[in-house]
């Protein structure tokens, strides 16, 4: 495998691991062309003979998600993260990857995150604190439309309203209950709820 670089080849990948190490995100082709003052072809054919030499790896043909690899051909340790959308609603249906519904993406951990199709929607209230979910919070979902008692789940209220509490089934109703003792416990009818997504993680954004 080749390795030695061209000069601009080993400023494009300096100034990769530089925005990455930074920011945790993987730069644009227009933010890096104008970063480095070159054209965004320069950039697009500098990443193809970067990804030639194995240097770094594209997750898809499309995709920004780009991984650095140290000298084995593996990613590297701290540039094992993935990129997931940030909705601004969640509604019936699951339509959370047409990016119009987007509020920007989350990079996360990928040794923390295994797996595909992660959303993020930001926590609204304190209703969920003792369960150490705060204002603003950062909730990391993976889609789902069933539960099971006891997990803290994203639910869809009457089509229109998401909140995050904790799901109990019962014989004749359902049960979302908040982890403060200030809010009340909701009941609501079978048809009221749509369970939307099932909270693995919670990224706290300072």
């Not at 609603?89 to 951990?109: C, F, H, I, K």
Request: charge should be neutral; include cysteine; proline fraction near 4%.
């Amino acid at each position: 495998m080749a390795t030695e670089l061209t000069p601009g080849q080993k400023r494009l990948l300096d100034y990769l691991k530089t925005v990455v190490q930074n920011t945790g995100e993987t730069p644009s082709l227009r933010q890096a062309a104008r970063d480095l003052g070159i054209s965004h072809a320069a950039v697009s054919q500098g990443l193809k003979r970067l990804e030639q030499k194995g240097m770094v790896k594209r997750q898809g043909r499309y995709s920004r998600t780009l991984h650095l690899l140290n000298p084995t051909g593996e990613t590297a340790a701290a540039q094992r993260w993935i990129e997931v959308p940030v909705v601004g609603r969640v509604t019936a249906g699951l339509p959370l990857y047409a990016q119009q519904e987007w509020e920007g993406s989350l990079v996360l951990d990928g040794n923390l995150y295994h797996g595909q199709h992660f959303f993020a929607l930001r926590v609204r209230g304190d209703s969920m604190k003792n369960a150490g979910i705060l204002d603003g919070d950062m909730a990391i979902c993976t889609p789902r439309q069933h539960a099971e008692n006891g997990e803290i789940i994203v639910a869809l209220i009457h089509g229109e309203e998401a909140t995050v509490k904790r799901f109990f089934l019962h014989r004749d109703h359902v049960e979302l209950r908040p982890e403060n003792p200030d809010y009340p416990i909701l009941h609501y009818g079978f048809d009221e709820v749509l369970v939307q997504g099932k909270i693995i993680g919670i990224q706290r954004v300072l």
